[in-house]
């Protein structure tokens, strides 16, 4: 048991180094030849990263994609906060996954920015690197960020969605409720006709022979009454 829990925090210390060097990508400010230097570490030559606006191929692409933030941030950094590494056995691939929040003040500006981010990547067993980067944001970090169009989205743009969405979609699962409902009493009329029919059927057929069975002597008869069959024992 010890050894297991030892390996599991082995396991964990590992996954939040790899993510910590993955994420020193993100500081604001970062000489260019160190950037390229680490990209081109933990990257593999033809690496793919994507994020919600943007797609790369290729360590040159990764490398521009990370020193186009100075561009747009004076100042800043993403704090790893939970990190997990999961080996795919099939491809033979490894997977981590971490969480964070990467805060940056504007360029000539007084605001700063803060944003949820989940990133995911995917690395090569034979290489060691990653092949596959994708950064996922919270759209409403995104948006709250914006001054005056956060005030906008938090008091009016997302109570508005919700409204919406409640009644679009309550207004079609009562819809969908009702269509089911409908058909329901449908079945149940075509079942009593079917069941109407067969009676009228079997009291046809009986007609034709020495006896006329009626549902009230069937149900007589069944019920320990002796009915109909005592009706003609008797008049023997």
Request: negative net charge.
């Given at each position: 048991a010890m050894g297991q829990h030892d390996d599991i925090a082995k396991m964990e210390e590992a996954c939040s180094i790899m993510a910590q060097s993955v994420s020193?990508?993100?500081?604001?400010?970062?000489?260019?030849?160190?950037?390229?230097?680490?990209?081109?570490?933990?990257?593999?030559?033809?690496?793919?990263?994507?994020?919600?606006?943007?797609?790369?191929?290729?360590?040159?692409?990764?490398?521009?994609?990370?020193?186009?933030?100075?561009?747009?941030?004076?100042?800043?950094?993403?704090?790893?906060?939970?990190?997990?590494?999961?080996?795919?056995?099939?491809?033979?691939?490894?997977?981590?996954?971490?969480?964070?929040?990467?805060?940056?003040?504007?360029?000539?500006?007084?605001?700063?920015?803060?944003?949820?981010?989940?990133?995911?990547?995917?690395?090569?067993?034979?290489?060691?690197?990653?092949?596959?980067?994708?950064?996922?944001?919270?759209?409403?970090?995104?948006?709250?960020?914006i001054p005056l169009v956060g005030r906008v989205y938090e008091s009016l743009l997302r109570p508005t969605m919700g409204s919406m969405c409640n009644r679009i979609l309550g207004g079609y699962m009562r819809m969908s409720a009702r269509r089911k409902e409908v058909q329901a009493i449908k079945d149940a009329e075509k079942e009593a006709k079917s069941i109407c029919m067969s009676w009228e059927e079997h009291d046809t057929q009986s007609t034709n022979g020495t006896e006329t069975w009626t549902k009230t002597d069937y149900e007589e008869d069944k019920g320990g009454g002796g009915g109909r069959a005592n009706k003609g024992r008797m008049s023997d």
């Amino acid at each position: 048991a010890m050894g297991q829990h030892d390996d599991i925090a082995k396991m964990e210390e590992a996954c939040s180094i790899m993510a910590q060097s993955v994420s020193e990508l993100y500081s604001v400010p970062l000489e260019s030849k160190k950037l390229d230097l680490m990209v081109r570490a933990l990257y593999t030559e033809d690496a793919v990263w994507s994020d919600p606006i943007t797609q790369c191929t290729g360590a040159d692409s990764i490398v521009a994609n990370f020193q186009s933030l100075s561009l747009v941030a004076g100042a800043g950094k993403l704090s790893v906060e939970h990190a997990s590494f999961k080996r795919d056995t099939p491809s033979g691939h490894g997977t981590l996954r971490f969480c964070g929040t990467a805060e940056y003040r504007v360029r000539l500006t007084p605001f700063k920015v803060s944003i949820r981010q989940w990133s995911t990547l995917v690395f090569s067993n034979d290489l060691g690197k990653i092949t596959q980067h994708k950064d996922e944001w919270s759209v409403e970090s995104m948006v709250g960020n914006i001054p005056l169009v956060g005030r906008v989205y938090e008091s009016l743009l997302r109570p508005t969605m919700g409204s919406m969405c409640n009644r679009i979609l309550g207004g079609y699962m009562r819809m969908s409720a009702r269509r089911k409902e409908v058909q329901a009493i449908k079945d149940a009329e075509k079942e009593a006709k079917s069941i109407c029919m067969s009676w009228e059927e079997h009291d046809t057929q009986s007609t034709n022979g020495t006896e006329t069975w009626t549902k009230t002597d069937y149900e007589e008869d069944k019920g320990g009454g002796g009915g109909r069959a005592n009706k003609g024992r008797m008049s023997d």
